[in-house]
């Protein structure tokens, strides 16, 4: 680089050199080359010109391509069942010790037009609970204020009036900018399963393997058929043993 920087400079100063004369300014004592007139050209010029552009462009230090960002990685989908939670007195429950039976989680309230399928709820949990069968109760206070008391006085409405004996869990927000972390994952699945609750005791059905196979609306009764066929197709179906349950074999 050196070396061919110093030729362009040894050959820009004999250019000069054999640029012709220098001529009378106009001015006593002042003299002034014709290559600084305006205007002026001549082959001996041109060449300057050109080899000082050669000279800035091998003086320049190339720039690197930019370096490409690294993607991140996407980050992993918790399970939907791999959470705690607090049972209606107070204990944390992680809700992966129901994976293996067949979910039905509803969120309830105690003064809703469907209060009453409690009594439903409660029957259907007796007869399949042997088969694999858990319903989950979540009182909210979201529709019209329709679960208004603490869950002390849940736990003793539902005891008291339907004989609950189905897991119940604490009060929680179901829908809305607080919406709690497994409403939140429910909403998220997809739309024909998924999506938040539109009303107090809508149903959501989750197969063995901690996945949502089915959505149910607040109409639709513990005895309707529909549900409880898509129930029993999912009883019906055995988890398939890990590795580590053959490896204990």
């Known amino acids: 680089m050196v070396c061919k920087l110093t030729s362009v400079l040894v050959t820009t100063a004999l250019l000069l050199a054999s640029c012709g004369n220098p001529v009378s300014s106009g001015e006593k004592g002042k003299t002034t ?8 050209t001549c082959p001996m010029c041109e060449g300057l010109k050109e080899n000082a552009g050669k000279a800035d462009m091998k003086t320049q230090t190339p720039t690197p391509p930019p370096t490409p960002s690294a993607t991140p990685a996407a980050a992993a989908t918790p399970e939907l069942l791999d959470i ?30 469907y209060t009453p399928q409690y009594q439903g709820l409660e ?8 088969a694999g069968l858990v319903v989950l109760g979540f009182p909210a206070n979201d529709f019209l204020g329709q679960e208004p ?7 003793e409405f539902c005891k008291s009036k339907y004989g609950v004996t189905f897991p119940m869990f604490e009060k929680i927000t179901v829908t809305g900018r607080k919406q709690h972390e497994l409403y939140k994952r429910l909403t998220a699945q997809a739309q024909e399963m998924g999506g938040a609750p539109s009303w107090n005791f809508t149903k959501y059905l989750i197969a063995r393997d901690g996945t949502l196979v089915a959505r149910f609306g607040s109409k639709t009764t513990p005895e309707d058929q529909a549900l409880l066929a898509a129930i029993d197709a999912q009883l019906a179906k055995k988890l398939a043993p890990t590795t580590a349950d053959k490896a204990d074999k």
């Open 84 to 113: 705690t939670v607090q049972s209606i007195d107070g204990k944390p429950v992680n809700l992966s010790t129901y994976k293996g039976q067949v979910v039905l989680i509803v969120n309830v309230a105690s003064k809703c037009g």
């Open 123 to 130: 029957k259907l949990y007796n007869a399949k609970k042997d």
């Open 149 to 155: 008391g603490s869950n002390e006085q849940i736990a």
């Open 33 to 40: 080359s014709p290559h600084s007139e305006p205007g002026h």
